[in-house]
């Protein structure tokens, strides 16, 4: 396979995460986190590095399996970034993270661009906290909403 070749990337942009989900392989069955993980995010020079080295890249999917993208302090210019150097950006999240009024900002950031934000939504209130431990069913709701309402997909 060519660089050329590559028409999505898949980023992890942070290992942080304020979930402790039992499956999650950053932590020991929801309960501390694994011996040797390091919590960083993703620096602005080491993402631009890679995009320039893929002259046809379609797609950025910011997702994690070793932390939640909106972790990263950095998200919102790493996203800047990938939009310089793609057409659509994915970003998948447990969505319990940041204000409201900063999920109206990154609808607006994400205004111009194809996207797609994924809120890992597992069941009710009462029910979603068994398996997304440390988030909060009613805040994510809140956040999802005022995304949607401000024009994000």
């Known amino acids: 396979m060519n660089l050329t070749d ?12 304020n979930a402790w989900c039992p499956a999650c ?10 011996d040797n993980l390091v919590e960083e995010d993703l620096s602005i020079g080491r993402f631009e590095e890679v ?23 950095n998200i919102i ?5 990938a939009k310089r150097y793609s057409k659509k950006i994915q970003i998948h999240t447990n969505g319990s993270l940041r204000s409201i009024s900063w999920w109206v900002e990154l609808a607006k950031t994400l205004s111009d661009i194809e996207h797609d934000v994924w809120f890992g939504i597992d ?25 949607i309402s401000a024009g994000g997909h």
């Open 6 to 17: 590559i028409k999505w990337l898949h980023v992890e942009p942070s290992s942080k995460c």
């Open 25 to 34: 392989p950053r932590n020991n069955n929801g309960y501390g986190l694994i």
């Open 51 to 73: 995009l320039l080295q893929l002259p046809n890249l379609f797609a950025v999917q910011m997702c994690g399996n070793y932390g939640d993208p909106i972790a990263a302090k």
């Open 123 to 147: 069941g009710l209130e009462g029910i979603h906290e068994i398996y997304r431990q440390g988030t909060d069913f009613n805040k994510i709701i809140a956040n999802a909403t005022a995304f």
């Open 77 to 81: 210019d790493l996203i800047n970034i």
